[in-house]
T-cell receptor, first 115, second 110 residues
Framework: DGGITQSPKYLFRKEGQNVTLSCEQNLNHDAMYWYRQDPGQGLRLIYYSQIVNDFQKGDIAEGYSVSREKKESFPLTVTSAQKNPTAFYLC??????????????FGPGTRLTVL | EDKVVQSPLSLVVHEGDTVTLNCSYEVTNFRSLLWYKQEKKAPTFLFMLTSSGIEKKSGRLSSILDKKELSSILNITATQTGDSAIYLCAGGTSYGKLTFGQGTILTVHP
């Protein structure tokens, strides 16, 4: 069964802690993306990766870090430098890197709450 | 900076009504306009509109791209309670990056 999985579904973090959100896909897609969703603000791009061992900052990368060591996996670390991390985080993938005509497929999301 | 704006931000209708959702975009190297439906979690893909496919239809949903006005509309006819969701539009660039609008929250009452 092909798809994108994200874990955990819910995550609680204390202030000052780093946390890592997992994203895995078995669709053999080249490109992967991380978005943050806040109420009334739609989806904002944090980081994206078109190829293994390469990634680019999106519009709101400050306080976040990523890695792409395997094609299937694109974990996101929310660091203590992110001032307002409470949000819904969505991971997505698309078949071909750099193509303007591929839709992005989304995982089920992780809801992060800072206590 | 790329920008996508949707209107209205929220809409409440009754079953059977027809709704029109609007999306305007200012996207450098624009190539595509995408619509997604988000119910609880993952957005699901509805349509992609490009210069070679400016009108799409699937059942009660249809969408048109106006490249002159830099805008798109999503129409839903004979709405049902199952159409209640957040509808997102996104502008796609030549290198595959998407810029999303804020979304329109549609609520359909029985």
């Amino acid at each position: 069964d092909g798809g994108i999985t994200q874990s955990p579904k819910y995550l609680f973090r204390k202030e000052g802690q780093n946390v890592t959100l997992s994203c895995e896909q078995n669709l053999n897609h080249d490109a992967m993306y991380w978005y943050r969703q806040d109420p009334g603000q739609g989806l904002r791009l944090i980081y994206y990766s078109q190829i293994v061992n390469d990634f680019q900052k999106g519009d709101i990368a400050e306080g976040y870090s990523v890695s792409r060591e395997k094609k299937e996996s694109f974990p996101l670390t929310v660091t203590s430098a992110q001032k307002n991390p409470t949000a819904f985080y969505l991971c997505a993938s698309s078949p071909k890197a750099g193509s303007p005509y591929n839709e992005q497929f989304f995982g089920p999301g992780t809801r992060l709450t800072v206590l | 900076e790329d920008k996508v704006v949707q209107s209205p931000l929220s809409l409440v209708v009754h079953e059977g009504d027809t709704v029109t959702l609007n999306c305007s975009y200012e996207v450098t190297n624009f190539r595509s306009l995408l619509w997604y439906k988000q119910e609880k979690k993952a957005p699901t893909f509805l349509f992609m509109l490009t210069s070679s496919g400016i009108e799409k239809k699937s059942g009660r949903l249809s969408s048109i791209l106006d490249k002159k006005e830099l805008s798109s509309i999503l129409n839903i006819t004979a709405t049902q309670t199952g159409d209640s969701a957040i509808y997102l539009c996104a502008g796609g660039t030549s290198y595959g990056k998407l810029t999303f609008g804020q979304g329109t929250i549609l609520t359909v009452h029985p």
